[in-house]
């Protein structure tokens, strides 16, 4: 039985136990939930121009108020299955420290919404900023794994910082290199070459391919990779 079970009172059945899985000599036996999996969802901040006025204003740094719940709520019960909302809402009950009621509101949200990676990192995040790290750390690697679509990068940021913090600096480079590959892809893709110039380059290479060429590629990536430092 996953942490979202027992965190939403979903009882195992009467004589069944928790199955052990293992990869080689890896035991990933309550490591993280492996029934969270997003879905396709298209909408985005702009499916609802109340929700998108609500959250600039909340973030707003001269809104003292912040009133902006009643349209989250609202929200909620109008999209049900969209995450923002829920996201929003848990976010304001956190910051007015009434984190359980965060905690439960995020938690209806992964059982309902498409998209659920979000707000499993968003609930690692409050685990994490009220000092446990246990359970931040399960819900941060459902994120990771909940992520079909590779959108979110604040997980592997988090853990990359963790693995530091334990030595770990290999696990922490890759952690690192994962979150800014997610952040390249959301911000950085729209600017590389079009598909038609793409293809120019390599028809063009192709055409003129020769072993000579062959070796100067090879060489100069021989050089230059272990001189010039990773992005």
């Known amino acids: 039985m996953g942490i979202l079970d027992k965190l939403t009172g979903k009882e195992p059945k009467t004589g069944t136990e928790p199955v052990t899985e293992t990869f080689g000599s890896v035991d990933i036996t309550g490591l993280f939930d492996p029934n969270v999996r997003d879905e396709k969802d298209f909408r985005n901040i702009n499916a609802s121009p109340l929700l998108q006025e609500a959250i600039a204003d909340y973030q707003d740094p ?4 912040k009133r902006e719940s009643f349209i989250f709520d609202s929200e909620m019960k109008m999209m049900s299955d969209f ?11 956190f910051d007015k ?11 209806e949200g992964i059982k309902n919404c498409k998209v659920k990676s979000v707000l499993c990192r968003r609930l690692g995040e409050f685990y994490f900023l009220k000092g446990d790290v246990k359970d931040a750390l399960y819900w941060f690697f459902t994120a990771v ?3 079909t679509g590779y959108t979110d ?6 853990l990359a910082y963790i693995y530091e913090a ?5 696990e922490s480079e890759w952690s690192l290199r994962r ?3 997610i ?4 911000l950085m893709q729209p600017a590389e070459y079009s598909e038609d110039k793409k293809n120019k380059i390599i028809d063009i290479a192709e055409k003129n391919k020769s072993d000579e060429m062959a070796r100067k590629l090879e060489d100069f990536y021989q050089y230059s990779r272990p001189r010039l430092k990773n992005l």
Request: proline share 2%.
């Open 83 to 93: 995450y923002l909302p829920y996201y929003w809402a848990a976010t304001y009950n």
């Open 153 to 158: 990068y604040h997980s592997y940021s988090y």
């Open 62 to 65: 001269g809104n003292v108020e």
């Open 183 to 186: 952040i390249y892809k959301l």
């Open 179 to 181: 979150a800014r590959g």
């Open 166 to 170: 334990y030595g770990m600096i290999k």
């Open 145 to 147: 794994m909940a992520d």
């Open 97 to 107: 420290d009434n984190t359980e009621e965060a905690k439960k509101i995020l938690l």
